[in-house]
């Protein structure tokens, strides 16, 4: 039993195909991990635990309202976007519409791009 169970181990396929599950159970587990709760330990030994941002988060709900924030748009299209978004650095110079704030994108009559952040 044991020198069967040891040739079906040795065997390329099977080796492979262990690898290859075992090496996609910790790339899963490591990215779970990177999105989950980040932990920070306070000098008094007190731990706060405080949801990680997402990496394409970069703009937070209070930068989006302030009055001083700005949107783009194109003249051709419907969508307005961050201007760190993909979709806002494909609009020409020529056809770029600028808004000091979402709301004014809105009242305008655009609605917000589904790749962007908002």
């Excluded at 924030?69 to 600028?98: D, M, W």
Aim: with cysteine; net charge neutral.
């Amino acid at each position: 039993m044991r020198e069967k169970l040891k040739s079906f181990l040795l065997d390329d396929a099977v080796f492979y195909a262990i690898l290859i599950i075992s090496i996609a159970i910790v790339a899963f587990l490591l990215g779970r991990q990177s999105i989950s709760e980040t932990t920070t330990v306070q000098p008094a030994g007190v731990v706060i635990s405080q949801p990680a941002a997402p990496a394409w988060d970069t703009q937070s709900s209070a930068e989006v309202a302030s009055p001083g924030f700005e949107v783009v748009a194109s003249k051709s299209g419907t969508k307005y976007h961050l201007p760190t978004c993909p979709g806002a650095k494909q609009i020409k110079e020529t056809n770029l519409i600028r808004f000091a704030s979402v709301d004014a994108a809105r009242a305008a009559g655009y609605s917000a791009a589904a790749n962007c952040a908002f």
